[in-house]
T-cell receptor
Framework: AQSVTQLDSQVPVFEEAPVELRCNYS??????LFWYVQYPNQGLQLLLK??????LVKGINGFEAEFNKSQTSFHLRKPSVHISDTAEYFC??????????FGAGTRLTVKP | EAGVAQSPRYKIIEKRQSVAFWCNPI?????LYWYQQILGQGPKLLIQ????????DSQLPKDRFSAERLKGVDSTLKIQPAKLEDSAVYLC???????????FGPGTRLTVL
């Protein structure tokens, strides 16, 4: 079965600074990759997904991620963060919409 | 479009008691998922339904957990009897099909005392 490792449990950053949230995965077969965001007391919301094609994926709220097959990574980036980006971010790997495995999450805190 | 609905939002029970959670997916979504999210961890898939059939329940503790999706719409997840380690947020999600986004409900926070 596939698995996901999010390398940072917490990432503090100042407003308008760039940010990268790191995600590595392992799988013996081709998989699909996802990033979800969870705001306090809310359900998960999809930021972006990689199914195939271009390795650079753009999502909502100015986020993007790059699929790197050789390094089995799918890091999430944003060039300039806002206070409202403060949330928990989850990387996930799955086969189609089956067998989804989530990472432990990265708490992004944006400070003024 | 209405989102995924879950109830109750919060539940506190004593260990060894029973509890049930309800989920109403987005209309027309064939696939429904139940996840368990323990504090500080990512969601763990418990069971996945395609219409009213089970696709994956490999991580469901079947000695105490059960789930059903009668008529392929609403679903209930039951725990009987509950243990302290069942304290978690239980998330329901639905999807229209393959390669599509999973839409999550707000979750039910269960505390077992």
């Amino acid at each position: 079965a596939q698995s996901v490792t999010q390398l940072d449990s917490q990432v503090p950053v100042f407003e308008e600074a760039p940010v990268e949230l790191r995600c590595n995965y392992s799988s013996s077969v081709s998989v699909y990759l996802f990033w979800y965001v969870q705001y306090p007391n809310q359900g998960l919301q999809l930021l972006l997904k990689y199914l195939s094609g271009s390795t650079l994926v753009k999502g909502i709220n100015g986020f993007e991620a790059e699929f790197n097959k050789s390094q089995t990574s799918f890091h999430l980036r944003k060039p300039s963060v806002h206070i409202s980006d403060t949330a928990e971010y989850f990387c996930a790997v799955g086969k189609n919409n089956n067998d989804m495995r989530f990472g432990a999450g990265t708490r992004l805190t944006v400070k003024p | 479009e209405a989102g995924v609905a879950q109830s109750p939002r919060y539940k506190i029970i004593e260990k060894r008691q029973s509890v049930a959670f309800w989920c109403n997916p987005i209309s027309g979504h064939a696939t429904l998922y139940w996840y368990q999210q323990i504090l500080g961890q990512g969601p763990k898939l418990l069971i996945q339904f395609q219409n009213n059939g089970v696709v994956d329940d490999s991580q469901l503790p079947k000695d105490r957990f059960s789930a059903e999706r009668l008529k392929g719409v609403d679903s209930t997840l039951k725990i009987q009897p509950a243990k302290l380690e069942d304290s978690a947020v239980y998330l329901c999600a639905s999807s229209p099909g393959v390669n599509n986004e999973q839409f999550f409900g707000p979750g039910t926070r269960l505390t077992v005392l």
